[in-house]
């Protein structure tokens, strides 16, 4: 069974929850950094315990806030994380085919539960193409 690393804000958690229900459907277990209610909390927090998931365990992430920068921002500072804002499915397909994107930030104030569910289906489906792309993502570490 495949793992993955999620978290969220308080404006994600309403689709964190479903997103994890969808992925369980699914046949994915879910490590869930939180948060675990709707009460205000600071993003990073969940972030970077998203982040460490995926660094230690070799899992997928997927971070879900308001607008997804503040995940995506914070997630990146983590070497070894590629986190990908995504708005649509086919920039979710690109993050993993060119970028080789291991968190999925999705902007929860933006997109349906059935965008997300698709953004989610592709990224985890879509492999790294390498290639020229390899040469690129190898400069991305400072």
């Not at 069974?1 to 994890?20: C, P, Q, R, V, W």
């Not at 995504?86 to 539960?113: M, Q, T, Y």
Request: one cysteine or more.
């Amino acid at each position: 069974m495949n793992t993955l690393e999620i978290g969220s804000d308080h404006a994600g958690f309403e689709l964190k929850e479903e997103l994890k229900a969808f992925l369980i459907q699914n046949g994915y277990s879910v490590n869930d950094h939180g948060t675990h209610s709707l009460e205000s909390t600071d993003y990073p927090d969940y972030a970077h315990a998203t982040a460490q998931g995926v660094l230690k365990n070799g899992n997928i992430g997927i971070l879900i806030c308001g607008s997804a920068n503040g995940v995506a921002i914070t997630a990146n500072k983590h070497a070894g994380i590629r986190a990908a804002l995504c708005w649509n499915k086919e920039v979710a397909g690109l993050a993993r085919l060119h970028n080789d994107a291991n968190i999925l930030c999705l902007p929860a104030r933006f997109i349906s539960k059935l965008e997300a569910e698709e953004m989610v289906h592709l990224f985890l489906e879509t492999a790294f193409e390498g290639g020229r792309h390899a040469n690129r993502v190898n400069k991305i570490n400072c």
